[in-house]
T-cell receptor, first 111, second 115 residues
């Protein structure tokens, strides 16, 4: 069945460091891929998405590229800020419009 | 505009009690989803409505779980005879349409604790 695996957290970085959060997936067909973010005390929000191979999603300085050959959708940001501290979830949408989620990665940015 | 709202935000139930969790989606959103999120885990799909029709309930863990959306707007997730393993955050999401990659907008969730 479809599944998403993302790197375990917490990930702790200093401000202005480079961020990578790994995400790989298993799916039949051509799913859409998403990154959602959950800031402390808030609900899940869509961060970015990609719908087909080689698409790059981007938002708020974050980027992720849909790599079909490696079944990956790694999240990157060149220079993180304290305000980026949150839990990040990678997800895929299957043919039934269900979102299949990774376990989440907690990101902690220290000033 | 108003987002997805859920009530109550927190619910404590004694084992064996019935609970009802409410979701108010964004006005005009056709699709509505319920997810269950255990502590430290990603959400897991429970059920999906398109308007008032429940098109997929494959994620409901047992026949104690029941969801409805009778007028195609507000939805209620009911859990009968709650068990401790039902303790989780229940998330509701809505989307404008059901197409590939349509964004789902999430409510704040209801945290259910069964004692």
């Amino acid at each position: 069945g479809n599944s998403v695996t993302q790197m375990e957290g917490p990930v702790t970085l200093s401000e202005e460091a480079f961020l990578t959060i790994n995400c790989t997936y298993t799916a039949t067909g051509y799913p859409s891929l998403f990154w959602y973010v959950q800031y402390p005390g808030e609900g899940l929000q869509l961060l970015l998405k990609a719908t087909k191979a080689d698409d790059k999603g981007s938002n708020k300085g974050f980027e992720a590229t849909y790599r079909k050959e490696t079944t990956s959708f790694h999240l990157e940001k060149g220079s993180v800020q304290v305000s980026d501290s949150a839990v990040y979830f990678c997800a895929l949408m299957d043919s039934n419009y269900q979102l299949i989620w990774g376990a989440g990665t907690k990101l902690i940015i220290k000033p | 505009g108003a987002g997805v709202s859920q009530s109550p935000r927190y619910k404590v139930a004694k084992r064996g009690q019935d609970v009802a969790l409410r979701c108010d989606p964004i006005s005009g959103h056709v699709s509505l989803f319920w997810y269950q999120q255990a502590l430290g885990q990603g959400p897991e799909f429970l059920t999906y409505f398109q308007n008032e029709a429940q098109l997929d309930k494959s994620g409901l863990p047992s026949d104690r779980f029941f969801a409805e959306r009778p007028e195609g707007s507000v939805s209620t997730l009911k859990i009968q005879r709650t068990q401790q393993e039902d303790s989780a955050v229940y998330l509701c999401a809505s989307s404008l349409v059901s197409i590939k990659a349509s964004e789902q907008y999430f409510g704040p969730g209801t945290r259910l604790t069964v004692t």
